[in-house]
T-cell receptor
């Protein structure tokens, strides 16, 4: 089955700096890669996703890149703010109505 | 749009009792819903995939007779934890796929504490 590795497990940055979280996946059939943000005790919230026919996607301060050859995708957050502090999860799926396999998460702390 | 609700948000029960958790898609019909369990400071672990009108598909190591899943309509799936024990205490979260595709939206979760 699919295996998703996520690094780093913790990341601390100063407000205004950029943060990068990286994931790799094992199943070349995976074609959908979402990123979720989860605050303590709350539900995971979808912040951005990318599909395998696209190499990069951007939404304001958040961007995701995908390298299908290397089976690698990354989350980039620019101009970080304290409210960006949370646990971020990457995931991979084979598509419609298919299960998500999650990475182990990255605890991002943005220091004011 | 794409709102998923879950009820109850918290439940405390005695060991040996059964607990039912409901997951509803409020503004869309979901042919597929998913049930996850999350222990403190850990990732989400898929328990089962729930398809409307058919039996759920359970992940390896998840006891189907202990975690009963019913997906009776396109907007409701239920998870029943039978004969709950303290080790079943966890955060249970459902998600639903927004048709026609692959995006999953999560419910707010249910914190189960078994005494």
């Amino acid at each position: 089955g699919e295996n998703v590795e996520q690094h780093p497990s913790t990341l601390s940055v100063q407000e205004g700096d950029s943060a990068v979280i990286k994931c790799t996946y094992s199943d070349s059939a995976s074609n959908y890669f979402p990123w979720y943000k989860q605050e303590l005790g709350k539900r995971p919230q979808l912040i951005i996703d990318i599909r395998s026919n696209v190499g990069e996607k951007k939404d304001q301060r958040i961007a995701v890149t995908l390298n299908k050859t290397a089976k690698h995708f990354s989350l980039h957050i620019t101009e970080t703010q304290p409210e960006d502090s949370a646990v971020y999860f990457c995931a991979a799926s084979k598509g419609s109505n298919y299960k998500l396999t999650f990475g182990k998460g990255t605890l991002l702390t943005v220091n004011p | 749009g794409a709102v998923v609700s879950q009820h109850p948000s918290r439940v405390i029960c005695k060991s040996g009792t059964s607990v039912k958790i409901e997951c509803r898609s409020l503004d869309f019909q979901a042919t597929t819903m998913f049930w996850y369990r999350q222990f403190p400071k850990q990732s989400l672990m898929l328990m089962a995939t729930s398809n409307e009108g058919s039996k759920a598909t359970y992940e390896q190591g998840v006891e189907k007779d202990k975690f009963l899943i019913n997906h009776a309509s396109l907007t409701l799936s239920t998870l029943t934890v039978t004969s709950a024990h303290p080790e079943d205490s966890s955060f249970y979260i459902c998600s639903a796929s927004l048709p026609p595709g692959d995006t999953q939206y999560f419910g707010p979760g249910t914190r189960l504490t078994v005494l």
